[in-house]
């Protein structure tokens, strides 16, 4: 009788996920522009991927971009939220202030990145110049362009990972570190013999996490820079919606959302056998 009771919830995601989901993997295998008929090509949407430079650019620019986030913001996450733990006075203040940038809108954030500080004529970097210090707008250089957009989304993301990461740090049992402290435990050594280890599994799922959101990058990248400069950020994202709204090719774009859904699949299934396994211990 309780089983009834998922039953709405079941609908809801059959109707609003499942069926789109099916209706990508029918198109993967159909060449449609999205006014006539669909006409089944079977393979030919990933082979012509598979053969298409930009597509293999826009993976590489995905691993790059999912490498970066698996770092450097985790890190800033870690450490900021393991100095608040320590601190503890203003810990409330800095919870703020680190997560304010995930609840402005992504278009303001991007424009305001793009014009008051990324311009070479209003922003900073125009200030700098202007005092003999010049440096290149990130966003106008191909090899500079993907992590000039990925910085603007570290800025905003970062400080999400930290209060996760806090939030689970203060669910470490105080004894512990109370403990360490009376040992005469380093900053070092408290984190990684007491707090790295009580947060693990958080710490697991927000890579995964990472990993599935990094190849579902779009905002940023599209508001900033349309993939460019020549396609030099583009995005396997970005790419898709190129195929489907620029080249009114909606089966390849399918296809390249398909690319995109087995890594978010991969990334599912191995934090599942890792917390089966957990469990099992």
Known sequence: MHRLYIVPTLLINGIIVLVPALLTVVLAFYSWDGLSTPTYVGLENFRTLAGDRVFWSALVNNIIWTLIFLTVPIFMGLLAASMMLIARRGSNFFQVVYFLPVVIATVITARIWQGMIYSPVTGVFGILKKYGMPIPNPLTQPHLSL????????????????????????????????????????????????????IKP??????????????????????????????????????AYRKAFYDLNVGQAAAAALVISVFGLVCTFFYIRIQTREGDE
Do not use: K, N
Not at 160 to 187: M, S
Not at 216 to 235: C, H, K, N, R, W
């Open 202 to 239: 958080t710490i697991m799922l927000m890579m995964i996490m990472t990993v599935i959101w990094s190849f579902l990058a779009f905002d940023f990248v599209y508001i900033m820079t349309q993939g460019g400069p020549a396609l030099s950020s583009e995005l396997l994202s970005t790419l």
């Open 147 to 198: 992590f000039g957009v990925a910085t603007v989304d570290l800025w905003h993301w970062w400080g999400f990972l930290c209060v996760i990461f806090f939030a689970a740090l203060r669910q470490v049992p105080q004894e512990q570190i109370e403990a360490a402290r009376i040992e005469g435990a380093t900053y070092f050594q408290m984190m990684r013999y007491v707090l790295l280890p009580g």
